[in-house]
């Protein structure tokens, strides 16, 4: 069987109960950075450590076969990401369409999401809301994306890594408008998280999530 599991965005106590259990008890566990995940399982204090697997977008595809053939064959194999929800911007979905189609069970562990972590956090109306990942690097790429969504009234949510924050942000100015209220949300669940506005930005590290 394979397990879709969340972990942490950030504060390690993040991680649920059920989750845990999982990690102890999987053969195998497929990894956005083998690195990061074995020093998450070394802070989580799991003792009976599954086999890393390497799994990121660019050999997902290649790697699919290896691993049905581990689930065919009665492997209890786990698929996390570096944080977070698998799938959600993530690799992952090309092999979930593959189990589907071999009729392989396959369930998922919920638990952290940047993006509703974000959307609540912002403050904006999310009865409805558009998640947008992460936007291309292109200014024009970018703004047709944006263009597509322009009519649909929900709060959109962005991914965006810091070097492209500030340009992205004027993107989505020029197409919704300079008053557009948007907000910035960053180091969630840690210690020095920040809801900010457009014009508290300067020299952010790591990725954020965009609200507007």
Do not use: H
């Not at 990121?56 to 065919?72: A, M």
């Not at 638990?111 to 992460?134: D, E, K, Y």
């Amino acid at each position: 069987m394979l397990y879709i599991i969340s972990t942490p965005i950030g504060n390690l106590k993040d991680i649920t109960l059920r989750a845990l259990e999982t990690l102890e008890t999987i053969d195998y566990l497929l990894c956005e950075d083998t690195r990061v995940t074995g020093n998450l399982l070394k802070l989580l204090g799991i003792k009976n450590r599954p086999q890393l697997i390497s799994f990121y977008d660019e050999i997902e595809l290649q790697k699919i076969p290896q691993v049905i053939k581990l689930l065919e064959d009665g492997g209890e194999v786990g698929l996390v990401t570096d944080a977070g929800t698998p799938l959600i911007s993530d690799p992952g979905w090309l092999l979930l369409q593959k189990c589907q189609k071999l009729g392989i069970k396959y369930t998922c562990l919920p638990g952290a999401c940047a993006a509703i972590n974000a959307a609540v956090l912002s403050g904006l109306p999310i009865q409805r809301f558009s998640f947008l990942g992460f936007l291309p690097r292109n200014s024009g790429d970018r703004k047709k994306i944006l263009e597509s969504y322009k009519n649909v009234s929900t709060v959109k949510i962005v991914y965006e890594a810091p070097g492209r924050l500030i340009k992205t942000i004027e993107d989505i100015k020029t197409v919704y408008g300079s008053d557009t209220q948007i907000k910035i949300i960053r180091e969630m669940t840690k210690k020095f998280e920040e809801i900010l506005t457009p014009d508290q930005i300067n020299n952010l590290k790591g990725e954020a999530v965009i609200v507007f």
